[in-house]
């Protein structure tokens, strides 16, 4: 078949398939068939060159004039619809209410950390900031933490290198604070930490801490006791009570655990308590003389105190869930509670 063949043929089948188009959606997409870049009518100009020479002119002329019809074809059908689809258009009851589109909101996390950025503020903490790629000198070493200790072993920390660490705790952001500036210091840091934990109901390999460090003359236990009581009945309620039990941190002495009656029995005993009415809240301690000395600090003027609480354990206080998982699953169906 001759390429003049070709062109009478495509523009008796184009003008039929233009003429049963019955949307503007149909009548584009011939236009691109016909007419686009790759279209049938772009792989017979590109036939002309095989042409012989004194056949080129008049095979040019042809499809122009092709082309040229088709388009004009497509434009009158398209002015032919337009009514129709004004119509359609017309139909639609205006005074219908419309969909309210789903408004956005915070993720349960960061409503539950910006709430406790702000209970701390106006106890008198500022926010600090430090990375989540960290140096073992700021994760470990400044932190009071020998190199034999179990807490630096790499089946516990995520290591980039024998000196960078994706950080196992916020406490590095309270050494680079202490690094900038003298006392007094009054600072929280808020963020991710990374341990290789196996994930279940209460682990995961990543999880979001709030540490606290006070800095200054003649800070005292009592001092830390009374910050951690305000914020813990501020957060969970003035029933709340906090008791403190002896434990051990490389960078505290001395250290203690934070405990609260149990939210959800009042202290009587239940499972979730392991019935002894109580629950872990977190770490303590005063400030080892070797973490102030580390960072140039006159340890025999200046006391401080330090405290770490984990942020998805206080909202699954606050809010009754079970499982830590439920936070980074990104189902909206329990996302969209909070």
């Keep these: 078949m001759s390429l003049f063949e ?13 003429t049963s188009a019955a949307t ?31 056949d080129r002119r008049e095979a040019g002329r042809v499809l122009n004039e092709l082309k040229a019809v088709i ?13 129709k689809l004004r119509q359609e258009v017309l139909a639609v009851d205006l005074s219908y209410p419309g969909r309210r589109p789903r408004s956005g909101r915070l993720h349960p996390l960061t409503q539950t950390m910006e709430e406790i950025v702000a209970t701390f503020g106006r106890l008198g903490f500022s926010l600090a900031h ?21 807490s630096r072993s790499p089946t516990d920390n995520f290591y980039i290198t024998d000196d ?35 994930v279940d109901a209460t682990h995961c390999f990543m999880f979001h801490q709030v540490e606290g460090l006070m800095v200054d003359e003649n800070v005292t236990f009592a001092d830390l006791k009374g910050v ?18 002896p434990h051990f941190f490389p960078f ?11 939210v959800f029995c009042r202290g009587s005993g239940c499972s979730v308590c ?16 070797n973490v102030l000395a580390a960072v140039g600090y006159d340890a025999e003027r200046y006391t401080g105190f330090a405290f770490g609480l984990g942020i998805e354990r206080m909202a699954m206080l606050r809010h009754g869930i079970n499982d830590i998982r439920l936070f980074f699953e990104n189902d909206v169906r329990f996302l969209e509670q909070f």
């Design 6 to 18: 070709e062109v009478a043929n495509l523009g008796r089948a184009s003008a039929e398939e233009v």
């Design 24 to 54: 503007a959606e149909a009548v584009e997409a011939l236009r691109v068939r016909y007419l686009g870049r790759r279209g049938l009518l772009r792989n017979l100009f590109d036939r002309v060159r095989d042409l012989p020479q004194e």
């Design 71 to 83: 388009s004009a074809a497509l434009e009158e059908r398209l002015g032919l619809l337009a009514p």
């Design 130 to 150: 430090g990375p989540d790629v960290e140096l073992t000198y700021y994760n470990f070493d400044a932190l009071n933490t020998p190199p034999d200790h179990i």
């Design 164 to 198: 960078v660490v994706l950080r196992s705790q916020t406490s590095p952001v309270q050494v680079r604070t202490m690094e900038k500036q003298p006392p007094p210091v009054q600072v929280i840091s808020v963020g991710r930490c990374y341990r290789p934990d196996t």
């Design 228 to 245: 951690l009581t305000l914020f813990y009945q501020e957060y969970l309620g003035p029933d709340v009570r906090v008791r403190f039990l």
């Design 252 to 262: 505290t002495e001395p250290s203690g655990e934070v405990h609260m009656s149990c």
């Design 274 to 289: 392991g019935r002894t009415g109580w629950l872990e809240g977190g770490g303590c301690g005063m400030v080892d003389p």
